[in-house]
Each structure stands twice: as C-alpha cells, then as structure tokens.
C-alpha cells in the first residue's frame, strides 16, 4: 500500500439527475385530499346550511374569517365542502355568527 487512496475516476450524479425528491409525497398529498374531499362526512355548502339553519353567505364567510375549516376542491375550482364534525363540536352561533 503505497498510503494513495482510489475515490474512482466517476462522479456522482448531480441532483438535478435525481428528480424532485419530494414528488411522490406530494402525489399522496393530491390523492389524500382528493378522497378527503370526496367524504361523505364533508358536506356541501346547500348541506351545510339545511344542517346548521345558517344561511349559505354566512358559512361562506366564517373561512374567510378563520372562524370555520373549509376543504378546496382538487384543482381548486367548484363548491367548498365542510367537515361535520366542526359544525358538531362548535356550534355555528358561537363561531361569531
């Protein structure tokens, strides 16, 4: 052994080689949302308000507010839903309506 070490003569790849790397956990992120939206136990804004007797301006501007959870539709276009169990655990008429 003459004390020189062989690295290789080849370099790694560079990561712009590899692809994104967080590419498949946003795709789960995509599908994830997809089905969540697509719960039953999320409701449609007409279901929102025959549930809480609210009127459908005033459960649309609770999000806008902060003062109520709303799901984006995939690709963000159509008709917010809304999870039940928030309108069960807080009663609309304590969210500041």
Same mark, same amino acid.
């Given at each position: 052994?003459?004390?020189?070490?062989?690295?290789?003569?080849?370099?790694?790849?560079?990561?712009?080689?590899?692809?994104?790397?967080? !590419?498949? @956990?946003? *795709? $789960?992120?995509?599908?994830?949302?997809? &089905?969540?939206?697509? =719960?039953?136990?999320? /409701? !449609?804004? @007409?279901? *929102? $308000?025959?549930?809480?007797?609210?009127? &459908?301006?005033?459960? =649309?501007?609770?999000? /806008?507010?902060?003062?109520?959870?709303?799901?984006?539709?995939?690709?963000?276009?159509?008709?917010?839903?809304?999870?039940?169990?928030?309108?069960?655990?807080?009663?609309?008429?304590?969210?500041?309506?």
């Amino acid at each position: 052994m003459n004390g020189n070490v062989d690295y290789g003569t080849s370099s790694p790849a560079p990561l712009s080689a590899l692809g994104d790397p967080l !590419a498949s @956990a946003r *795709a $789960r992120g995509r599908r994830f949302a997809a &089905e969540e939206y697509r =719960n039953s136990a999320n /409701q !449609a804004l @007409a279901d *929102a $308000r025959s549930y809480t007797r609210h009127s &459908e301006s005033t459960i =649309n501007d609770l999000p /806008q507010n902060g003062k109520l959870y709303a799901l984006l539709p995939p690709g963000k276009t159509g008709e917010f839903r809304y999870p039940k169990w928030q309108l069960d655990a807080r009663p609309l008429g304590s969210a500041g309506c």
